[in-house]
């Protein structure tokens, strides 16, 4: 990687401290892991290579002229996917533009990130779906999942037998994904007539309900709006909170809303990779998942099926592991052998590898060396 620390590189990131998750499981983590330099990308500036996320000004960075540089564009969401006249769509530029986020106005968000990706020389994402819209901008498209080596307790632990029919249930995510437990509400509720159920829930205890930044929410109250078990436990999201507190469940869930509505689709729902699936096996932990086709793919490299589309789904595939202790703890070895072997952090450092040495193969024009006086 020689040639890379000659390149100067811009960073256009999520958050300027580089705290948010995105920067610190994606493009900081590998310079940092590499030892190189960058800096916080300035569009008056001239680089070889402007690294922007999808946090960043799109609206500016998509102008940036083609001849200063090589422009990868992160985009690891299903945003190609909203239908052209959802309310995100059509209203999420405007939030952006007045909130001082973007430059510039534009009304309708689908229309910008298009624009961004035929802009970019690279764009990077995170599933085969995304891969594929992402294609009619873009000819080189790459997907490179999150290192995940924040996630401490990396270590196959096997289930205990449950005690006193107690079922201890992780789940971690943003405080808007409590609503996706809708999707289980019925299948918890006839489980509960069998077990005690205790939910544990790893995540933001507050929250800024629009765009990050404006009006506090509480997350308790979503837990009362959505979930209608009775031991509820919240926890404060920290990467050792997440380790702890979810190794010492019986397994973990992955609920997702696969229902649209008339003007919203839950695209972004619907599109997430297997990324959060993947941390909980290589914690050691079975999880059951809504069936989506990251999480298809997923479960059936590792030889696991424990994806559900139905209520009738959800009781009889946890009943299965939770009956089964001998299932529980297979389901748990193959996920964590799966898990280690496509996304260990050697697996993705080759990749992020491999694109900065395409990147000066195929991109980056060669120096003209130094005139001698």
Known sequence: MSVVNN??????????????????????????????????AKPENEYDIVYVTHGADITLWSKYDKS????VYELIDSYLAWPVFSFYGLFRGLAKYLSGKHKYCQLNSKKSIESMCRRADIVICSTEEQKNDIRRYCDDVRIILDVK??????KMTL????????????????????????????????LSKQYQINLHLITALKYKKYMNKYVTKHTINEVKKYIDIKNVYLYQWNELTVSHISSACDFAIIPIDLNNTPFFANALDKGKPEDKL?????????????????????MKGAGVSMACSTTNDWVS??????????KRNQSAKK???????????????????????DIERFHIPPRRPETLT
Not at 149 to 154: L, P, R
Not at 165 to 181: D, Q, R, T, Y
Request: charged content about 20%; hydrophobic content about 40%; proline content about 5%.
């Open 159 to 190: 289930q205990p037998k449950l005690n006193n029919n107690e079922l201890n249930i992780a789940w971690e995510g943003v405080p808007g994904n409590i609503k996706s437990f809708t999707v289980i509400r019925d299948a918890l509720s006839i």
């Open 278 to 298: 993947l941390i909980f096996w290589l914690m050691g932990l079975p999880a059951v998942v809504s069936e989506t086709p990251p999480h298809l793919r997923a």
């Open 7 to 40: 390149l100067s590189i811009g960073y256009a990131p999520y958050s300027s401290d580089f705290s948010a998750p995105g920067d610190r499981r994606r493009f900081v983590y590998y310079a940092n892991s590499k030892a190189i330099d960058f800096e916080i």
């Open 149 to 154: 080596s924040e996630y401490h307790n990396y």
């Open 68 to 71: 200063k540089a090589v422009i």
């Open 335 to 357: 996920g964590f052998a799966y898990a280690s072997r496509v996304n260990s952090e050697e697996r993705i450092i080759s990749l992020w590898d491999d694109l900065f040495e």
């Open 317 to 326: 595939t946890i009943k299965d592991i939770v009956d089964n202790k001998t």
